[in-house]
Each structure stands twice: as C-alpha cells, then as structure tokens.
C-alpha cells in the first residue's frame, strides 16, 4: 500500500522546523529516520497531513559530553553512532549493550535515538533505556523550551506528553556514580525482533557492597516501559543477596507488569520470563558494579 496524499516539508534549521510545527497543528507530524512512522504511513495505520523532515538539520545530530560527566544526545543521532561511540561505551555501557538488539545494522544506520524515543513503542527498547538511565528531555516549541523527566514522558503506547507543536530535541543522561554496573535482559523470537519481555537495570554499590541505588525497567509487559517500585523497596540499603533479588522478581512478575497475550507469548510465559529476566539483570549488573 502507499500513504495517503500528504505536504512535506524539509526545513533547514530548528527555527524553521518548529515555525512549520506551529502552523500545521495536529496535521503535522516530524519525521526523523522514518524506521517506524514510514511502514505505518505505508500501512495507512498513520495519516499525517504533512511531514516536517528533520533529516536537513545537522544541528541536531550530535553526541557531547555535559559538564557533570554525563552525555547530550541530539534527537537525529544515529542509533549507529550512538551504538559505536567510544564516549557512549565509557560512559554508559549499557547502551552498546542493548543497541545491537535493536532491528538491523541497516536499521540502526537510518533510525535516531530520539526518533525512538519519541516514538514510544511500548516494546522498543530506547524508551526503557532513557527512563532506566533517569534521561532529561529537551523538547522545544516555537519561542520556548521545557525539560521533562523520561520517566514522565511517556503516556501510553506511541503516545507520550508531546503536543503537535512541539518536537523532542536532545536527551541528556546524567552521570552515573562510581560502582555502578548495569545489565540487559532479553527474550525475543528471532535476533533483531521486538522482545517478548526485556528487563533493563541500573545499580549502585557503596564501599560496603551495600545497595544505594536501583533502577529497573521492564519492557513489553505494558503499555508503556515499567519502572520498578520493588527494585528500589527491597535492594536499597541492603546487601544484594540472591534471596533479596529472587524477592524483586516474584514481586515485579506478579504484582509490577500487566502483559497481554498475542500470538507470540501469553501473559503468563511473559510473566515467567520476567522472573528469569529479572533476576540475570540485576544479578549481572551487581557483579559488574562490584568490580
């Protein structure tokens, strides 16, 4: 199938782009690498009056190192680039990590970070990743600008805070502490599939070995990415035992998720994998902060 008749517009600048969001309202939408909103405007699951192309604006693509240790990610940075930065890897080695489950090379060579984000595909891995990692969110509108929390941003499946008007700009990632190891957790049905259920975490050790911070993010078990009450409950304060981990796992499967049954998994064995995901995420990402 082919899309229905739409404008296209392929500003140059920020300005231009967002001048051109003001004036089409709910008949624009932005089109980044097109990885995810094409297929669908093809599918005519997606009809937008008009595209606003990002792609003409070099200002946007750009990996940068914040003064706290952290990293700015332009909205228009490859997945690639962000896959095969030697800044990323050092700073953030969970996103290597994750990006090579992430489609195809091919794939990763034209979709953007913040495209994918935006986009908030509950069972894309990228929306999990900014929320787990504690991401700021630049989003700009014409003649002004607002931070949202990641954790914050997303509202329901491909639906997030975004109004017409506005366009996701840069994702900010704070620094992690020192002794902090992180881990990702898959089960898909084929190498570069959406996964059945994915478990992404983030932990801290102090001196002691004692828990000062845990982050877990759990991914196709609802419609948006889920941030992990029980994580933070239970392993906070204390020393990560197997016991203490089995704990947040039964806790999160049983009582955290709301996964749906397809004609791929049921939501029971989602909930069964999240038990097993979850308990090799956070046992990983202890031993890796430990060392």
Not at 12 to 18: F, G, I, K, P
Not at 47 to 53: F, H, K
Not at 255 to 265: F, M, N, R, V, Y
Request: charged share 20%; with cysteine; hydrophobic share 45%.
């Amino acid at each position: 199938m082919k899309p229905i008749p739409f404008e296209y517009f392929a500003p140059t600048t920020v300005e231009e782009a967002l001048e051109h969001l003001s004036n089409l309202g709910y008949g624009g939408k932005v089109l980044a690498g097109g990885q995810s909103l094409i297929p669908a405007m093809n599918f005519r699951m997606a009809r937008p009056g008009a595209l606003v192309d990002l792609n003409g604006i070099p200002e946007l693509a750009y990996i940068k190192p914040t003064a706290d240790g952290g990293l700015a990610i332009g909205t228009m940075t490859r997945d690639s680039k962000v896959e095969h930065s030697p800044e990323v890897a050092k700073r953030f080695p969970l996103l290597p990590e994750v990006m090579p489950n992430i489609a195809h090379p091919q794939i990763r060579n034209r979709g953007t970070f913040g495209g994918s984000i935006a986009h908030a595909d509950p069972a894309g891995q990228l929306p999990a990743i900014s929320i787990v990692l504690n991401a700021n969110l630049k989003v700009l509108k014409k003649g002004s600008e607002r931070w949202v929390k990641a954790e914050e941003f997303f509202l329901g499946p491909f639906m997030t805070v975004l109004e017409p008007e506005e366009m996701l700009a840069e994702v900010v990632l704070p620094a992690l502490p020192p002794r902090t190891g992180s881990s990702y957790q898959q089960v898909s049905r084929q190498k570069g599939g959406y996964s059945m259920a994915a478990v992404a975490s983030v932990v801290t050790l102090d001196e002691a070995g004692k828990c000062t911070n845990a982050r877990m993010v759990m991914i196709s078990v609802g419609d948006v990415p889920i941030l992990s009450a029980a994580a933070l409950r239970i392993l906070v304060g204390q020393k990560p035992t197997p016991e203490a981990i089995a704990e947040v796992a039964e806790i999160a499967a049983s009582q955290e998720i709301d996964p749906g049954t397809d004609i791929h998994a049921t939501a029971e064995y989602r909930r069964h994998l999240i038990r097993v995901l979850v308990r090799r995420s956070l046992t990983t990402a202890f031993e890796r902060a430990a060392k």
